[in-house]
């Protein structure tokens, strides 16, 4: 593959927010995207500590009730209209991928490499950013649109009860992913003067 193919593919990576539930791709296929970035995204130390979890249909839409009934818990209830509509947008989807950290293997590689404990936790977020990534870039190249949502630790006691998953999973985050209903908006740029450098030849 050229290298301006994934380059191409990167730029189609957008965070798109009108979704539905109509797949260009079986389930089982989405679900094997995500499986293969489990298994060739890169981590420190080989440490895999990332743990992904895709849900689809009722179990996804079960997500974001959850997070309903944590945000009317504390958003006035005359203000609630504008957050049951976001919630309502992610309902709509066909599914959410959900990023977690196994904080036992973290903690593990702290015991084992004391030298480097202090940036055990720091490298951990990096490998789930790029799993994220991973996973966000290949749905995008197979048409399937998708937006990142951080509605932890709000969610987290109901995630972790609902699916039976270890307390040493901290979520870090929540992909939402669908068809296209609408594409994403147009997207600025801030000047590469002063984000960018190069130096030597």
């Known amino acids: 593959m050229a290298y301006q193919n994934i380059q191409q593919t990167a730029q189609t990576r957008r965070s798109v927010y009108a979704l539905n539930k109509t797949l260009p791709l079986p389930a089982a296929e989405v679900a094997g995207i995500v499986e293969h970035a489990v298994l060739h995204t890169p981590s420190s130390f080989n440490s895999q500590s990332t743990r992904v979890v895709v849900l689809l249909g009722a179990e996804h839409e079960k997500l974001w009730q959850f997070a309903e009934d944590a945000l009317r818990a504390i ?111 147009e997207k600025t740029f801030a000047p590469l003067e002063g984000r960018f450098k190069v130096f030597g030849a």
């Open 75 to 185: 958003v006035p209830a005359d203000k609630f209209a504008p957050t049951r509509q976001k919630l309502d947008m992610f309902k709509a989807a066909a599914g959410s991928v959900l990023f977690f950290e196994d904080q036992e293997v973290v903690k593990g590689l702290q015991a084992q490499f004391p030298a480097y404990a202090d940036n055990f936790p720091v490298w951990a977020e990096h490998a789930n950013a790029m799993h994220q990534y991973a996973v966000w870039t290949t749905l995008a190249a197979a048409g399937i649109g998708a937006n990142l949502q951080h509605y932890n630790p709000l969610i987290d006691a109901a995630v972790a009860k609902e699916w039976a998953l270890p307390a040493s999973w901290t979520l870090r985050a929540q992909m939402v992913f669908g068809g296209i209903a609408a594409p994403a908006g």
